[in-house]
């Protein structure tokens, strides 16, 4: 799916030249002034794979700045890295994380009116709850949590069914059927399947998804990024995951398919933020503004495989996905039963500290290995 895109870049050539004007405007600060230390998802930036644009390496020789470019897997883990005291100038966490870390004070106000493309930003996924002001944060991508199957193990009965009961089908090995291993999403997926609100402050409701847990622990296994082999071998039917991901998946593996499950599903905004920690925040602003040009954005979009929150890209003709694609239908086209009822895509909020600790404990109790 990846085409050669420096060919493209070449003809973008005059966008970046602007962009770079706007080193100019910023003075710089910090003792690294010439190093920028990013933290983002594993797969998460078009990277120079399989003839698509270094979009890193394309930020340096634009800027001149060195970029040491860093990985976490989960929201929780680099919330733990930050609270403990790890220095990075732009983070790329998810809605509820950015609310936890604007409410612990671990980030730092950005000005739109400093970030040229900012006007590219869908109003659509301005004002969210996590950051209603606009004031910490600059969406990146948006998904949906589905469920990716494999077409040669899963019967056509059981897709028809488009429920996440799938998941919880005893017709499977122990290995075949995943969830993902971390609390909020493993939760919030027997949450959706319930029917519960995933931000419930009910013990009982976190103690019916626990009992929903602990009769899916009995033959389903926990992965994160390990889910991609299990998928693209065809060493499991169905896993949970999210949506761009799956997209990836399946690029590799012409037997998989996908489906957004009845009951409903997480939906989430990746946006770009800056820690209070950060020691380069001039050069936090310009790789954000870059991120944000339509050129980058489009490179970036295409590699992912996530919707793009982005005006710029969807109407870029160099955009893989566009109207009309497969692909397109999964990332912006809603099924029928969310179009009917739009609760059905709930975004998660952070959690009091008590019903953090519920689930929290909940979690250790299923002994789930990392």
């Not at 600060?29 to 390496?57: A, M, P, Q, R």
């Not at 998946?249 to 957004?260: G, P, R, V």
Request: proline content about 4%; some cysteine.
């Amino acid at each position: 799916m990846k085409k050669n895109l420096f060919v493209r870049l070449f003809a973008s050539l005059l966008t970046l030249g602007m962009l770079a004007v706007l080193a100019v405007g910023f003075s710089s600060c910090g003792k690294d002034e010439n190093v920028l230390y990013v933290c983002n998802w594993g797969e998460y930036i078009s990277d120079g794979s399989e003839g698509s644009l270094d979009v890193v390496k394309e930020f340096e020789k634009t800027y001149g700045i060195k970029v040491k470019y860093d990985y976490f897997s989960t929201n929780e883990e680099l919330y733990a890295q930050l609270k403990s005291g790890a220095s990075y100038d732009v983070v790329i966490p998810s809605d509820y994380m950015i609310a936890r870390l604007i409410k612990d004070d671990l980030i730092q106000k950005i000005d739109p009116a400093e970030l040229e493309n900012y006007e590219n930003i869908d109003p659509a996924y301005k004002g969210l709850y996590f950051d209603p002001n606009d004031e910490y944060s600059v969406p990146y991508s948006v998904g949906m949590v589905g469920i990716v199957y494999n077409t040669k193990k899963v019967s056509e009965a059981e897709v028809a069914e488009q429920s996440w009961s799938l998941l919880w089908s005893d017709k499977y090995r122990t290995g075949e059927l995943i969830n993902m291993n971390n609390p909020r999403d493993a939760f919030g997926v027997a949450q959706c399947y319930l029917g519960q609100d995933v931000n419930t402050t009910d013990p009982a409701d976190w103690k019916a998804a626990y009992d929903k847990l602990v009769e899916q622990n009995a033959h389903c296994i926990y992965l994160m990024d390990e889910i991609y082999d299990k998928m693209e071998l065809g060493n499991a039917a169905a896993a949970a995951y999210y949506a761009g991901d799956c997209l990836q998946m399946m690029q590799e593996n012409e037997d998989l398919a996908f489906y957004y499950p009845k009951e409903g599903t997480n939906i989430f905004v990746d946006s770009m933020v800056i820690p209070k920690s950060a020691k380069n925040v001039d050069a936090a602003k310009l790789f954000i503004n870059f991120m944000l040009d339509p050129e980058i954005a489009t490179e970036n979009a295409n590699y992912i495989c996530y919707a793009s929150p982005n005006l710029a890209v969807r109407t870029n003709p160099d955009y893989d996905y566009c109207e009309g694609t497969d692909e397109y239908a999964i990332l912006y086209e809603l099924p029928e039963s969310y179009k009917q009822d739009p609760a059905r895509m709930q975004y998660y909020h952070t959690l009091d500290d008590a019903t953090q600790k519920i689930m929290d404990d909940y979690w250790m109790s299923l002994g789930i290995e990392d």
